[in-house]
T-cell receptor
Framework: TQLLEQSPQFLSIQEGENLTVYCNSS?????LQWYRQEPGEGPVLLVT?????EVKKLKRLTFQFGDARKDSSLHITAAQPGDTGLYLC??????????FGAGTQVVVTP | NAGVTQTPKFQVLKTGQSMTLQCAQD?????MYWYRQDPGMGLRLIYY???????DKGEVPNGYNVSRLNKREFSLRLESAAPSQTSVYFC?????????????FGEGSWLTVV
């Protein structure tokens, strides 16, 4: 079983629509990172959330860390084709090991 | 900025052949990693190195060996390639900050074993 459960696995939307992807766990985390992986590239860090209830914005992307620090969400407003990619959440477990979710594949069509 | 550089980008091997994937980082990070990424399986850790001179097995180490040559370089070797090792391989390094670990990935190596 994965420490981090991401949903949905796949999301296909039209340009201009909004979308939300989720990263959930039964464990409490001190921090959580979101990465985006574009086709043919390695994952790249988007944001780190640390405080329960924290909300961070990166242009049209809004990241939220749950109050209990067990879950996080990524909301994209008015999605564009450039938002297409695999979105991964990552944390460090209690043994100090990096743990990734399986990812949400987002496809935004013009 | 170079960041994490891995070579080769693409490679086709015959079953039983050996090869080494090279990786170097210029960020003075202590920790380095090798992952493989397969459809529906996510990123799976093959081996990691917490510091120069140390290496540890990850989730899927069988069929692979690694060498942490120095602080900058961490290579992955396939001694006898098998079709099951067809995958995309990512080298990465990490730094620990106030917000936890941040991991930096190379651009990937696409390996096909026929």
């Amino acid at each position: 079983t994965q420490l981090l459960e991401q949903s949905p696995q796949f999301l296909s939307i039209q340009e201009g629509e909004n979308l939300t992807v989720y990263c959930n766990s039964s464990s409490v985390f001190s921090s959580l990172q979101w990465y985006r992986q574009e086709p043919g590239e390695g994952p790249v860090l988007l944001v780190t959330v640390v405080t329960g209830g924290e909300v961070k914005k990166l242009k049209r992307l809004t990241f939220q860390f749950g109050d209990a620090r067990k879950d996080s969400s990524l909301h994209i407003t008015a999605a564009q084709p450039g938002d297409t990619g695999l979105y991964l959440c990552m944390t460090t477990d209690s043994w100090g090991k990096l743990q990734f979710g399986a990812g949400t594949q987002v496809v935004v069509t013009p | 900025n170079a960041g994490v550089t891995q070579t080769p980008k693409f490679q086709v091997l015959k079953t039983g052949q050996s090869m080494t994937l090279q990786c170097a980082q210029d960020m003075n990070h202590n920790s380095m990693y090798w992952y493989r990424q397969d459809p529906g399986m996510g990123l799976r850790l093959i081996y990691y190195s917490a510091s120069e001179g140390t290496t540890d097995k990850g989730e899927v180490p069988n069929g692979y060996n690694v060498s942490r040559l120095n602080k900058r370089e961490f290579s992955l070797r396939l001694e006898s390639a098998a079709p099951s090792q067809t995958s995309v391989y990512f080298c990465a390094s990490s730094a620990r900050g106030l917000g936890g670990n941040t991991i930096y990935f190379g651009e990937g190596s696409w390996l096909t074993v026929v």
